[in-house]
Each structure stands twice: as structure tokens, then as C-alpha cells.
């Protein structure tokens, strides 16, 4: 009782004086290790853009899962959503990267918020298969509608004009990268001030306890809904990096092992906080290029094993970890993201 | 006439393999409340265990048997030392758990069969095409039918008479009330959980034509049988054939009449049952 007693002010306290005392430290070092890598390995650009974006997505998942307790498996239609609609948006409309980004965020959020409408009234396992099903559906839809989407063999063919009309896409991804890690620092401080603000106290209460947040008052569907949009939008925001980085838009950015690694990212991160989302992200995807380049299946095994591992001995990811050193060694707890 | 036969025919034999696999998961998900995304890894450890058998030179018949035992003795250890950590925990965690163990199972199975396809040779006498009525058809899958129609009927009336069943059915309704009136819970959680892997064996050796051993099975019918289960409601027999049924026929005409739709099809009448009943069609309790 007397540790509770003595923990809980004080945690109270850190956690505001920590976010006031340097504005904006996490985007700072989320910048500082990204321009550090573009240095450290100018040859792996291309992978350092792919993990980039990847760490968009799970940030945006990160969001929805980690946050507001909505378990989806289906969070990948939203990133190819986002993806194609980037892809049409630079063929059809206008080749502008940036505006075309806006158009990939805005796909991802529409979406999410018509089927988060009608999704979010069921729960549980129910609620699981009808996230999985609505990513089925779409990826059916575009793999058939090959007129618009190019069908299996991908939609490509769209040119972008230079970011911000200085910076063109070359070929060793410099442009790429550094565009991705853009936004991904600018993604991240947009949400992180969401989960700071009294939304975000909101959606963790009702990841913690649906019920106790009803009977305060709460309108929980509405706030499920709104985060389930965000989180659409920031996915979409990385698809739309995808479509334009890559210069071609696959059914993969749709399909089910898509959702399935960026939930294994976020797991081993650590899913409770932001940083989590990078971490777990950085990771798996450094692990993954090079394991898989021994044997697929070796790989398969490690990540079943990781992920068995996580749920029964580290619920809480690496963040989780970190966190318990850093309370163990300062006797703070650790920050409000 | 004789497109729509076979499509029943078809049909019925997909789903009534469909019912044998999933009707484990449903039961034990109805008990114990937990999303097992490793159940259809089961499925595919017989058939793999089943093929390893009848290549030694065994007898079919006797292969299945022995596949049947050894998955339900592998799911024992499963159930007792992984399963039972995430009793009660979210349902996530409960995903994420079960989808670590079917890669591991998809690993195994690799790095033992390979990555190919491992075929299972069928005794002679359920091959061959068969007359009924005018009508020919794979001998294949009138037997399908024979036999997955009278598991269904032998698990439904053991359920419903039988001592186990009874308790069974008070533990599907409610796990803590019947625990206070002396069933011992722990017990019928790891007698079910076995004999739901067994019977999901069973499954994917008998319908090992109809969806062939790989190693990436556990993963590529992961959602169907999910989906027949939610679709069907959690713990009722009944629910799961029909929905089994209701899917598998539903699937093969899609196949047989408007081949480019057939998986759209499948998830949007999933879709559609879960958005208008999300305790599934035959469930009780959302």
C-alpha cells in the first residue's frame, strides 16, 4: 500500500515536468537516429525508407491497438487503400507528392471511419473476423478490378513530381528516405499529442475498462470511432509513401500477412507506448532482412517464437523493458509518451 | 440439373470436412473463451502425420487412427502448459499466442515434409467415380458426406445425452456456476481441447484432397474455418454444420457459377451474417 502511496504523485508530476522540460525530445531523436542512419549506411536507403514508412504504419496501429484497446487484424486495408489512392491520385489528378499524401491519408480515414461505423458496434472475436473480412474484401476487389488497379501484377506507370518541388526521387531512395522520415516525425508528434491530450486519457480508460467509461459518461463508441479514423489516416499517410517511394502499388500492401507483421511489430515494440511502434519496427525489420535471407522458414519459426514469448513473458514488448530499468534506476515511472 | 447436382455434391462434401475440422474449435471456444488461431495447425498435423504413417507401408485406416491419437496427445502439453496462461486474458493476446504457435507448426512441418505439396494416397476403394441415380459423381465425396454427416450426428447425440455432454454444455453456459456445482472444469478444458484437435485431425486427413498438405495450410484455411465458426455461433453443434454447410456450398457455387467473385463472395456473406448477428447465426450470447 505505502509503495502505491508513495509511486503515484510522484509519477503525477514527472510525467508533466518531463514533457515541458525539452519541447518536442522525442521527435528530435526520432529525426537525429534517422539523419544519423542516412550517413551510416548510404547504401541500405531503400530499406531504411521501407522500415521508415513501416514504422508509420504500426505508429498508426499503434494508435488504435496499443491505445484504445481496438484488436484489428484488418489494419492493413487502410494502408493499401491509402496506397492506391496515392497511386491514381499522381495518374489522374495531380503528381504533387504532398498533395498526393493528403489524398492516401484522406482514402485510409474515410474508410476507416465507414467501416469503423459499422464495425465497432461488435466486440471480441466478432469484431476480429470482420476487421479480417473487410481486409479480404478490398483485397479480392483490387486484385479483380485490374482496370483501375492493375490486378496482380500491380499498379504502376504514375510518375511524382519533386517534394516540395526541390527534392527529386533518385535512384539510390535519398529522396525517399528522407521524405518518409519526415513525415514519420511529424506523424509521430501529431499523435503523440493526441494520446497526451484528454482524448487520448479517454481512449486508454476505455482500453482499461470499457465499462467504467460508459458509466462515467462517456460517449465510448464515438471516441472508439474517432481513434479508429486517426489511426486510418496515418496508415493511409503510409501507403501513400508507399505508392510514391516505390513507384508501384502491389496487392501485398493489402493482404493479411501485412496486418499480421505490423502486429508483431508493434507486440515485440511494445504496444502500451508510442516509442514502442519504432522500436518493435526497427527491430523486426533489420532481423527479417537478414534471416529471411538465410531461410524463410527459420525466420517463421524465430517470429512464432518471439511472438509466443511476448505474450506469456513480456506482455508489455521491449518499451516495457526499458521502462522497467529507467523506474528502476530513477525511481520515476515512465513518461506519458 | 447436372450443374447443380454437382454443385451440392460439391459442396455438401466441403462443408461437412469444413464441420469436422472446425466443430473442436467451436466447442472449445465456446468454453473456454479463447480465440485459438492454431487450431487448423492441428488439422494440418494429421494429415502430415497421416502421410509420414502410410509411407512406412501402414494401412490407411489404421494411419488415420494413429494420426488422430497423436495430434490429440500433442494438443494435451499445448492446452495445459500455453494455453491455459491466456484463459481469460483480452482477446489479442489470445490471437497473438495461437498465431506464434502456428508458425512454429508451419516451420516444423517445412523443415520436416518440405515446402511442396505432400500427398495422401486414398485407399482404392473410395476413389473412382460412382453412378447415383443417372448421376456420376467422385466416390471421394459421397463418402466425404456419409462419414461427416454421421460425426456430426455421433457428436451431436453424445453431446446431448452423455454425462461428459451434459457437462460440456452447463461449462459452455457457465464456466464459473458449473465449477461451483462440482464439475472439474480444468479437466473437461483439456479433455475438450484434445478431442477438438483429434477431430480436427481427422478433418484434414479425410478432406486432405480437397485441401492439400503444405506447410502453409495452418495459415491458408485459418480464416474459413474461423469464419464458419463465428458464422455458426460459438459452442453450438448445430451452428457449426450449418454454417459449415451454408459456406461450403456457398463457396462452390461462387466457384462453379461466377469463378472471379467466388472469395468475395465467401467474406461478404461472412460479412454480412456478423454485421447482422454478431453472435453468429445459432450463438446465444454476443
Known amino acids: 500500500m505505502t509503495r502505491i502511496a508513495e509511486t503515484a504523485p510522484a509519477a503525477a508530476t514527472a510525467g508533466g515536468r518531463s ?30 525508407a521501407r522500415i521508415a514508412i513501416m514504422a508509420l504504419f504500426v505508429l498508426s496501429l499503434s ?30 489528378v495531380h503528381p504533387d507528392p504532398l498533395i498526393g499524401l493528403l489524398a492516401g491519408g484522406a482514402a485510409g480515414g474515410v474508410l476507416a471511419a465507414i467501416t469503423g461505423a459499422l464495425l465497432l458496434r461488435t466486440h471480441g472475436l466478432t469484431f476480429l473476423m470482420l476487421t479480417i473480412a473487410v481486409a479480404q474484401i478490398a483485397y479480392e476487389v483490387a486484385n479483380q478490378a485490374s482496370w483501375l488497379t492493375g490486378g496482380d501484377d500491380g499498379l504502376s506507370g504514375y510518375m511524382n513530381t519533386d517534394v516540395l518541388g526541390m527534392f527529386r526521387f533518385d535512384l539510390y531512395s535519398r529522396t525517399a528516405y528522407l521524405y518518409s522520415l519526415a513525415v514519420l516525425v511529424v506523424s509521430y508528434f501529431i499523435i503523440r499529442k493526441i494520446v497526451q491530450s484528454p482524448f487520448g486519457m479517454s481512449i486508454k480508460g476505455i482500453r482499461s475498462d470499457h465499462t467504467r467509461m460508459l458509466a462515467l459518461g462517456n460517449n465510448v463508441y464515438l471516441q472508439l470511432l474517432a481513434t479508429f479514423s486517426i489511426g486510418g489516416v496515418f496508415a493511409g499517410f503510409a501507403g501513400a509513401l508507399t505508392a510514391q517511394t516505390s513507384q ?9 500477412s501485412m496486418s499480421g507483421d505490423a502486429l508483431i511489430m508493434l507486440i515485440v515494440g511494445g504496444s502500451r507506448r508510442l516509442p514502442g511502434a519504432l522500436v518493435g519496427t526497427v527491430v523486426f525489420m533489420v532481423i527479417h532482412h537478414y534471416a529471411s535471407a538465410i531461410n524463410p522458414y527459420h525466420w517463421q519459426f524465430l517470429i512464432g517464437a518471439l511472438l509466443v514469448a511476448c505474450v506469456l513473458v513480456l506482455p508489455t514488448g521491449i518499451m516495457g523493458l526499458v521502462d522497467g530499468v529507467w523506474t528502476r534506476l530513477t525511481g520515476r515511472r515512465a513518461p506519458n509518451d | 440439373m447436372s450443374t447443380l447436382i454437382s454443385i451440392l455434391i460439391d459442396g455438401v462434401s466441403y462443408g461437412v470436412v469444413l464441420f469436422v475440422i472446425a466443430v473442436g474449435l467451436s466447442i472449445t471456444m465456446g468454453l473456454m473463451r479463447v480465440v485459438n488461431m492454431a487450431h487448423s495447425g492441428f488439422a494440418m498435423m494429421g494429415g502430415f502425420a497421416a502421410a509420414a504413417i502410410v509411407a512406412m507401408g501402414v494401412r490407411f485406416e489404421i494411419a488415420t487412427v494413429l494420426a488422430v491419437l497423436i495430434v490429440a496427445a500433442i494438443s494435451l502439453p499445448v492446452e495445459r502448459l500455453l494455453m491455459r496462461r491466456v484463459y481469460g486474458k483480452s482477446e489479442l493476446e489470445q490471437a497473438l499466442l495461437t498465431i506464434g504457435l502456428v508458425y512454429i507448426v508451419i516451420a516444423g512441418c517445412n523443415s520436416l515434409f518440405g515446402a511442396t505439396v505432400t500427398s495422401l494416397t486414398f485407399p482404392s476403394y473410395v476413389t473412382g467415380p460412382i453412378t447415383i441415380l443417372g448421376h456420376t459423381a467422385a466416390k471421394y465425396r459421397i463418402v466425404l458426406i456419409g462419414i461427416g454427416s454421421l460425426l456430426a450426428l455421433l457428436l451431436w447425440f453424445f453431446l446431448e445425452r452423455s454425462d461428459f455432454g451434459l457437462k460440456v454444455r452447463a461449462a459452455v453456459d457457465n464456466a464459473a456456476t458449473a465449477q461451483t456445482l462440482g464439475i472439474n472444469t480444468s479437466r473437461l478444458y483439456a479433455v475438450a481441447f484434445a478431442a477438438g484437435a483429434g477431430m480436427a485431425a481427422l478433418g484434414g486427413v479425410l478432406g486432405s484432397q480437397l485441401m492439400p498438405m503444405e506447410p502453409s495450410y495452418a495459415l491458408k484455411y485459418l480464416i474459413l474455418v474461423l469464419a464458419v465458426v463465428t458464422v455458426g455461433g460459438l459452442g453450438t453443434i448445430g451452428g457449426t454444420f450449418a454454417a459449415a454447410l451454408l459456406l461450403g456450398i456457398l463457396d462452390t457455387a461462387a466457384k462453379y457459377l461466377l469463378p472471379e467473385i467466388a472469395s468475395t463472395a465467401f467474406y461478404l456473406v461472412m460479412f454480412l451474417v456478423l454485421i447482422v448477428r454478431p453472435q453468429g447465426l445459432f450463438g446465444r450470447t454476443a
Open chain 1, 248 to 256: 508501384v502499388v502491389g496487392l501485398s500492401t493489402l493482404s493479411f
Open chain 1, 19 to 48: 514533457a515541458s522540460r525539452i519541447p518536442l525530445l522525442p521527435e528530435l531523436v526520432i529525426a537525429l537516429v534517422g539523419v544519423a542512419a542516412f550517413y551510416l549506411f548510404p547504401s541500405d536507403l531503400a530499406l531504411l
Open chain 1, 63 to 92: 494508435l488504435v491497438l496499443g491505445q484504445a484497446g481496438i484488436a484489428t487484424l484488418g489494419h492493413t486495408v487502410f494502408l493499401g487503400v491509402g496506397a492506391y489512392a496515392a497511386g491514381l491520385f499522381a495518374m489522374y
